[in-house]
């Protein structure tokens, strides 16, 4: 464990940013397995309104890093 005060904040923030990292790959994740499964379906309407929230939140994402 660190003893120094500036690495356990760092390990703080790490944590943090993990979680945070995991949980939105998580959803993203779970917007294209419905939108390929509108598509198997051939629900092409809403495989369109997913494709463009899975568009909306990979651009976001990407941004920020």
Known sequence: MANI???I???DV???QT???KSV???IKTYVKK???AIENKDSEKANEL???VDKKVK???LKT
């Open 19 to 21: 979680a945070r990292n």
């Open 25 to 27: 790959k998580s959803e």
């Open 5 to 7: 005060k500036s690495a």
């Open 14 to 16: 790490t944590r943090k």
């Open 9 to 11: 904040k760092r390990i």
């Open 51 to 53: 494709f463009k929230t």
């Open 35 to 37: 939108f390929e499964q």
């Open 60 to 62: 976001k994402q990407q």
